[in-house]
């Protein structure tokens, strides 16, 4: 009652702020607010702002379910690809430019990869930097080694990345069955994080199982798991009789064990692996220093 209606009422203020003049509402509006009350979890944050990217594309309907699932948490920006872009992994366009259009429901559209999107939201086209980058939801899963084809982890990295706290958030499988149940973990875990965030920029790859919310076993930090490598490609004929290739499948999981992404959603679990950038193989350093030192160059 008494200091909680003052409380109340700073957070009603808040609300409006968001709602307020900054932006003008053709350019940026998402579609209209669901009834629900702003900020109801998150009482610290002021005016969060939130960029969001995948590689589906702008259409797809992963994207407009996170979007959705984030509306009161703060500004949302929405940079997509024109076209489904999955597997570009971390590639930028450099041998043309980019061009940008809103489409009817705010959504930037961007005709390049998901990182030409959060590179060119973040370099020049968005007013202010945004104070948290998400990607997705991606249509399948994206772990062990395929997170480094992915698109949907690329666009959370480009994040990452320019320092800004990202995540990537999958359903793990195709088809978007239960995207609402991947949505809503979407919501609850950025709530989760932004209530008390870990210092300087991270990166979060999070995939949820394909199972209704009430199915899901809870949630599991994990580490990537590993694949067998990808089938062969598949060679076919052209109607002018050359041969063509059909990039194959990937592989099995190879290292699926207790603590993998693999595991934890073959248990029903979401998997949330914090990620980093280094590809240095540390272990191996000082065995290559030993063996290439007395050579010449
Ligand atoms: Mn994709």
Redesign the pocket.
Known sequence: PGAGGGEQGQLQQRSSHQQGPRRKPDEFSTGPAPNRPAFEALPTIFMMRILIA???GYL?PGLAALVEACQGLGEIDVVAPEQ????TSNALTLQRPLTVWTAANGFRVLNGTPSDCVHVALTGLLPQRPDLVLSGI???A?MGDDTIY???VAAAMEGYLFGVPSIAF?LAEKGWRHLDAAARVARSLVERVLAAPPAGPWLLNVNVPDLPHAGLRGLRTTRLGRRHASEPVIRQSNPRGEPIYWIGAAGDAREAGEGTDFHAVAEGCVSVTPLQIDLTDHAGLPGWADRLAAGHV
């Not at 489904?84 to 597997?87: D, I, M, P, V």
């Open positions: 995948n590689d589906d797809a489904n872009a999955s597997g991606n249509n399948g994206n992915s698109g949907t999958s």
